[in-house]
């Protein structure tokens, strides 16, 4: 159902593409916010002086920043469809036309 009717609106629709300047959020950098201590603890086998096994267990722990994306609006080139608004309207009414007249009710 959906899928005729956007190929309906496609067809009375066609994408109208065009080039334009419009406001977006840009990630330009990021900022510390914190800190989280990380630690990994290693276990290896080595032998002592007498050729006895020995686990050592060593723990490092370290600090690692916790970063956090920091964004402004900028004025940005995009390419845009004008007629998708129309489009996605038409979709919305076509398909609660479709569904109040029980129509496509073989294939629910």
Same mark, same amino acid.
């Given at each position: 159902? %959906?899928?005729?009717?956007?190929? $309906?609106? !496609?067809? /009375?629709?066609? !994408?109208?593409?065009?080039? #334009? #300047?419009?406001? &977006? /959020?840009?990630? +330009?950098? $990021? *900022?510390? +916010? ?9 276990? *290896? ?6 050729? @006895? /096994?020995?686990?050592? &267990? $060593? ?12 964004? @402004? !609006?900028? /004025?940005?080139?995009? *390419? ?8 996605? #309207? ?5 398909? %609660?036309? %479709?569904? @109040? &007249? ?7």
């Amino acid at each position: 159902m %959906a899928a005729h009717c956007e190929i $309906e609106a !496609q067809n /009375s629709w066609p !994408q109208k593409l065009t080039t #334009q #300047q419009v406001m &977006r /959020s840009v990630q +330009v950098g $990021e *900022r510390i +916010v914190g800190n989280k201590n990380t630690c990994r603890t290693e276990v *290896r086998e080595t032998s002592d002086k007498k050729g @006895a /096994s020995v686990t050592i &267990r $060593e723990t490092v722990c370290k600090d690692e920043p916790i970063r956090e994306p920091v964004y @402004a !609006q900028r /004025s940005v080139t995009e *390419r845009v469809d004008l007629n998708e608004a129309t489009r996605a #309207q038409h979709v919305r009414a076509c398909t %609660a036309d %479709a569904l @109040a &007249r029980g129509m496509f009710a073989n294939l629910r």
